[in-house]
RNA sequence: GCCCCUGUGGCGGAAUUGGUAGACGCGACGGAUUCAAAAUCCGUUUCCGCAAGGAGUGUCAGUUCGAGUCUGACCAGGGGCACCA
């Protein structure tokens, strides 16, 4: 008996492919094919692949191949997202330059890859950090400022003071820097931005269309965007001195203009321009001012600070009542980058005015009929009715229901003059700069006279220098002797480069699309081609890009559409997204505190120990694998052992593809048994056996039931694939080899139907393991290679049996069963149910009220 | 606090439209082979019970001839958002 060995195999297989340059998109063979546009999100290259990161291109690639052997182009590409922080860190702690420490493990992660043995067309490999890219991002960004999409202005911005860099508000999580984890400070800098907020409507109306997205992910999107419809109300200022300074209304934004009447105070944010200028001549004011910039951003600190506030001792006008004065105070609460930064309170109808009016004593009136209450009994105590309800004590109002009261304020606020419908988003503009020198360079150069200066595109790429240093934590960029020193653009004065580069996200919002055109040379992409392959049919990768990455790329494919680089319909770029669990792995600390990895520990006698002193290790949680952990197990040394296949093979059995799957080694033991037992059930066919595209048509009896075995396995394996229940599908491949394996046959009738089974289980199992599938394949005495062998067709003659086993309940218990032809007459299967022992026995001493006969499925008898 | 998701054997999980709950894999147990072991092969494996039988998909109700699946309330775990007006 052979045995199957993958590390001969493997290498034998990928030169074959590439020998054939089978996974080109586009190529000569792809003429009248429809598309398919398969992508992983790109790795950061960060060192080494570990089976974790496989996960996600084995998934990937699954669906590539099978939808290759289903007859479409198939495009699926590889790159990488090249610049970033961790580079620069090696840079400092190794010495090396960011730029050779990343295409160093650039070509190791390649490698890794390529041994994987995934389907890619390697021919359109691109990194982010290369001048041929980002050249093109920087040409984007001057189409984009030339839009007005991007644009610079001072305002308080996410500082990290160990990253020493500014972060997007998507950056910060909990109050602190997504890579740093250090507590972000607010800081007041000059900045660049892009103008997403001008999206929001229709990033929020496009996630209605996007219905092979999980809605989780569209939930959070719609979350993060946060639209609000309601009203702008201004409140006229009642000192005409006051008005002459600020203009004549504070401005307000509610959700409930409904509750207008309700209306008892004003607030506004603590550094609204209102209360920074009379702070400057109000020590009292100035003092709570004080307070609410030292008062911190965590959480914590917010959910436990009280409601605070001071009276600002100016008033405004109702706008529905010009004798009704309203006081104007500021609170802390209230949030200046929300809607106008100031508020009307009403505290009937608000949890957090009411705390507030209480404190302080303003008035509480109620508006809001609760549905079941009375309006003569109905009070407010220490909780607000936040719901809708009937309007009351509100003049025009009343009687109204909440919706419609809402609709009536904004009329009535519009014929006056005093405000109009509006919406609000909770969504910020992308706050783009960052001051690191990895990154693409901003192309604008700073002049005296002639302000932000954009850098011409014949000039472009601005280059990174190479001669930097990383003794500081600050801007090596900022700090180079020469690069920023420029002349202006316009003037041809001496000027100042811009030293900030941009985010590393606006990297990833488009390089699907430069996947389309990579050779392009005077555009970021042939807009042709572009339109050809777009939007991404299927998009593969971890939920914890549910946000940021999503949503910016979601931003760049309309701004790109209206910059008129391309015309990509409906504006989405990614059709179809999967968010794939990660592979998790128990974690072991040493005696000493020290994580340790998979690899330093043993079991010796029933206990883990560290391989190297013998001392107890202690077993911590089961987490995701990670570097820092140590919790991973290197890819190229499970190759090494069991071959890419039984990796590929892992990651996609048990755990159903969204969730986490844990890295057991019987796991991966059960991987290998199965990978050498489907190589004995091939070899175990006879030489001489017809080929594996043979249809077995005279088989009977046994023979008969392997083909239909094969050929229901087909249909589930093939519903599984297109539902991405890969797990499920390899229950069903399971199933079918078990079968195959215990069919002997005893004529040429049988032989030709275990071939046919054999052929069919071949090609299903290609998009999983490829190499053993070729291997197979070869054996089997198949033509050309598996890759190229169409995904075989199920003949539905054979998914429906002749006879149905139908189970026989008496009052919803299983008592017996019967066998029938296949659509017997209901009479015929009454009869044959009630004559049962089962039936018999269950019923005994009851009469028999009801048959319910469900053809081909089930018979219930209800007796009592 | 608000929103969303998930609860099925010792474990990962299957059951896609309401129709035989526990497929497939792991582990465990028994056996064959072997001088012995590894590897391999054959069986058993939801629980209680010798058996007949009974119970059973987080809990409690409900709809239905029939509920893991639908409805309501609750419990537990996970995730997202969070002074957002």
Redo the contacts with the bound molecule.
Sequence with gaps: ?SRYNPREAEPKWQSAWAERDAFRAGGPDAGGKPKYYVLEMFPYPSGRIHVGHSRNYTMGDVVARYKRARGFDVLHPMGWDAFGLPAENAARDRGVHPGQWTYGNIEVMRKQLQRLGLALDWSREIATCDPAYYRHQQAIFLKLLEKGLAYRKTAKVNWDPVDQTVLA??QV??GRGWRSGAEVEQRELDQWFFRITDYADQLTDGIEALDRWP??VR??QS??I?R?R?AEVRFPLTDMDLAGRFGETID?????PDTLFGASFL?L?PDHPIVRALAADNPEIARFTEECAR?GTT?EE??K????GVDLGIKVRHPFDESWEVPVWSA???????????????PAG????L?FARKYGLPVNPVVLPPDADAKTHTIGDEAYTGHGTIYNSRFLDGLETPEAIERAIEELEKRDLGKGAT???LRDWLVSRQRYWGCPIPVVHCADCGAVPVPEDQLPVTLPDDVTFDHPSNPLERHPTWKNTDCPKCGKPARRETDTLDTFVCSSWYFLRFTSPWAEDAPFKPDDAERWMPVDQYVGG??H??LHLLYARFFTRALNDCGLMSLEGGEPFAGLFTQGMVTHETYKSSGGKWLGPDEVEDRDGALVEVATGQPVTVGAIEKMSKSKKNVVDLDAFIESYGADAARWFVL????PE????Y?D??V??????I??LW?TVTSLPEGAPGPDSVAANAQGDALDIRRAAHKALK?VT??IE?F?F??A??????L??AV??FEPSDEAGIAAKAEALGILVRMIAPFIPHLAEECWARLGGEGLVIDAAWPEADPALLVEDT????V?V?????D?IDVAKGAAEDEVKALALATD?VA??TEGLTVR?V?V?PD??????AG
């Design positions: 008996m508000n998507e999580i909990d809605d989780k939930t959070m979350n993060w946060g609000s309601g307000v934004f509610t959700t409930r607030a944010a008062m959480e917010i959910e600070a009280p409601k605070h802390n609460f209230v949030l200046s980058g929300y809607g106008t930064g100031a508020i009307f309170g009403s608000d949890q957090r005015d705390d609000s988003y909770r939920i914890e549910a946000i059995s048990d755990s159903p969730r986490d799957v844990e057991t019987s796991g033991e059960g991987v290998w048994r199965f050498q037992r004995t589930s519903d599984s539902g229940r797990n499920s390899v229950a069903q491949i399971h199933d080899v078990n394996r215990k149905v086993t139908l189970p309940q009052n919803g218990k299983r008592r069963q089962g026995r269950a009801k319910i469900v499925r089930i018979v219930n008898i209800v």
